[in-house]
Structures are given as structure tokens and as C-alpha cells.
């Protein structure tokens, strides 16, 4: 049974550090391209960062871009690295894996079948 675990999450001062991981359980990434997702409260699912399975390429959204930093840690585990948090970072954080269909680079999260439960990150003073 395939599933994804994120752990990492938090309460963060603004400025501060976390480190998001995203573990698969009952198969491994693989070549497979894997997305990290977030959705703040009475907003909608916003992709932040993916990483391709072919090339190891990434690619960022905007309001992440130049903080956040998506690596492949080992055959079974994708992190985010997370710097400088904002307040309006404060989200619900999802990882997602891409198993069929073309190896591509996406924040669309139409493009991801398979999620992890999610897991809450709060930067707060």
C-alpha cells in the first residue's frame, strides 16, 4: 500500500528554520517526481516546490523561492528545507508523488493522485 508520511512541522518563530520530511512507505520514490503542497486557513491548496524524478531539476513558487530548498535525502525520503519563515508561511504542509504519466516538473496539484496526510507548520511570535 503506497503512502506518504510528512513530519517536521511546527511552531516557529518568524526568522526561524524547519525541516519538512516526506518518507514513502510501501514503495520508494524512485524516479518518481515529488511536489510539496500547502494550504493556509480559507484558502486554497498552493504548490510550493517539486522535484523532478529524471534529473533531480526543481522549481519553486515565488513566495517560497530563494527560502525553501526541495532535496532528495535518499531512496525513500524527499525534505523541504524551510528558512526564514514568514507569518503567512503558517500553513497546512502536503507532500505528493507523481507516479504515472510523464516525468515532468509541476505545482499543479490536478498532475499528484497520491498525498500525504499533511502536517501543520505555525510561525508565530
Known amino acids: 500500500q503506497l503512502q506518504l508520511v510528512e513530519s517536521g512541522g511546527g511552531l516557529v518563530q518568524p526568522g526561524g528554520s524547519l525541516r519538512l520530511s516526506c518518507k514513502a512507505s510501501?514503495?520508494?520514490?524512485?524516479?518518481?517526481?515529488v511536489a510539496w503542497f500547502r494550504q493556509a486557513p480559507e484558502k486554497g491548496r498552493e504548490g510550493i516546490s517539486c522535484?523532478?524524478?529524471?534529473?533531480?531539476?526543481t522549481i519553486y513558487a515565488d513566495s517560497v523561492k530563494g527560502r525553501f530548498t526541495v532535496a532528495r535525502d535518499n531512496a525513500d525520503t524527499v525534505s523541504l528545507q524551510m528558512n526564514n519563515l514568514k507569518m503567512e508561511d503558517t500553513a497546512v504542509y502536503y507532500c505528493?508523488?507523481?507516479?504515472?504519466?510523464?516525468?515532468?516538473?509541476?505545482?499543479?496539484?490536478?498532475?499528484?493522485?497520491?498525498w500525504g496526510q499533511g502536517i501543520q507548520v505555525t510561525v508565530s511570535a
Open positions: 505528493a508523488v507523481r507516479t504515472g504519466g510523464l516525468t515532468i516538473l509541476s505545482l499543479d496539484e490536478e498532475h499528484f493522485r497520491n
Open positions: 522535484i523532478s524524478g529524471s534529473d533531480g531539476a
Open positions: 510501501g514503495f520508494t520514490f524512485k524516479r518518481y517526481t
